[in-house]
């Protein structure tokens, strides 16, 4: 069974900066297309990055320069770091993977189709 974990949210000032975690059981990272994607309470749901089987990485506009995905295929683990923290960035992050099976596909971002997903990590930024 596949299953997919968020950690390293919490409360921090503009300007700081969070590592975003998420290892997985059940499947290989490195076969997969990853993201992450945010939620603020009221608001739809919005795809921030993805990372491809071939490490290939795409970002929202919104995050550019900012966020940075990655892979720790030692330990089958998926990663946002984010640095230069704004309120604007205030959500709960959820990571997903393109995992294929008969799980319904509940967003798409950068060619991926995402229908696995962990319940998320809040992330406060205060100015």
């Known amino acids: 069974q596949v299953r997919l974990e968020e950690s390293g949210g919490g409360s921090v000032q503009a300007g700081g900066s969070l590592k975003l975690s998420c290892p997985a059981s059940?499947?290989?990272?490195?076969?997969?297309?990853m993201g992450w994607f945010r939620q603020i309470p009221g608001k739809e749901r919005e795809g921030v990055a993805r990372?491809?089987?071939?490490?290939?990485?795409e970002y929202a506009d919104s995050v550019k320069g900012r966020f940075t995905i990655s892979k720790d295929y030692a330990n089958n683990t998926l990663h946002l770091e984010i640095s230069n923290l704004k309120p604007e960035d205030t959500a709960v992050y959820y990571c997903?993977?393109?995992?294929?099976?008969?799980?319904?596909?509940?967003?798409?971002?950068?060619?991926?189709?995402?229908?696995?997903w962990g319940r998320g990590t809040q992330v406060t930024v205060s100015s």
């Open positions: 997903a993977a393109e995992f294929g099976g008969p799980a319904k596909v509940q967003a798409s971002l950068f060619g991926c189709s995402f229908n696995y």
């Open positions: 059940g499947a290989t990272y490195s076969r997969f297309c």
């Open positions: 990372i491809e089987s071939n490490g290939s990485a």
